[in-house]
């Protein structure tokens, strides 16, 4: 009697296909080095980035730094309330008529906005960079075309050039208030020419007017640009003497400079 069993043994069930979506597991390469999500090993390298961004500012600066040489800022400088009458008989500053004052108002004026223009681009520059440097290079930073010794190097570089950067704005800053000064100090002589009569007279409402115009310019409204926030402390003063980098916090250094600029 036939083996009812011998049609499964002799032809087997065919050998089962793997569906498309059944694909083979790729093998995994032991200690495989994996970038963080926003690191680009392909990017510029970020201290490279810090340098250029210096380079740029140096550039710039020279013709900057010439300038404030040429304007000669600290002629205009206003001697203390108590200096001036205790110890001085004479103001310097004194023009003696209405329209010398006028003349010496509006050449300050014009000195103070061929500072803040250009001191204006120099901080963005250096914003940027000190963003840059503060979020990216680190006790953490390498790079694989540099040696270790190159990279300490580098780094000392971009610091000495952050610290370059912030004593050059700070005399700009200098500078800016001296104007403010100075400006200032020429409207109290003006205002002893309101509704004085005669060829020496200068209406209350075009005082009024010169002042305001003038207080707009010296805040860094006009220009959207807090200078004063560019002013170095004592502190700062001696870190650059002794050729240190303060890296504050992005929260507090960071923060401080974009105030500067309204953001």
């Known amino acids: 009697m036939p083996n009812p069993y011998d049609d499964l043994f002799d032809n087997p069930l065919p050998e089962k296909k793997p569906t498309p979506t059944d694909k083979p597991a790729k093998p995994v390469a032991e200690h495989a080095f994996v970038f963080d999500d926003d690191f680009d090993p392909d990017g ?101 075309e540099k040696t270790k010794g190159q990279i300490e190097s580098e780094k000392t570089l971009a610091m000495d050039g952050i610290n370059l950067q912030r004593k050059i704005l700070s005399e700009a800053a200098t500078a800016l208030k001296i104007l403010q000064d100075g400006l200032e100090d020429t409207e109290r002589r003006l205002k002893g020419y309101v509704n004085a009569g005669g060829k020496n007279n200068i209406s209350n409402s075009e005082f009024e007017l010169l002042a305001r115009k003038r207080e707009q310019l010296t805040s860094g409204l006009e220009h959207r640009f807090d200078y004063s926030v560019l002013d170095t402390n004592l502190l700062d003063k001696t870190a650059f003497s002794l050729g240190i980098y303060l890296k504050e916090t992005s929260a507090q250094y960071l923060n401080k400079l974009g105030k500067a600029f309204n953001q």
């Open 44 to 144: 510029p390298d970020a201290l490279d980035e810090v340098l250029a961004q210096i380079a740029d500012f140096n550039e710039r600066a020279e013709l900057f730094s010439k300038m404030l040489s040429e304007l000669r800022v600290v002629d205009h400088q206003v001697k203390g309330k108590v200096a001036r009458i205790f110890l001085v008989s004479e103001d310097p500053h004194r023009r003696g008529s209405l329209a010398g004052e006028k003349q010496y108002h509006l050449l300050q004026a014009e000195k103070f906005k061929a500072i803040i223009v250009p001191m204006r681009k120099l901080a963005e520059t250096h914003l940027a960079t000190v963003k840059q440097f503060n979020s990216d290079i680190d006790e953490h930073y390498f790079s694989v």
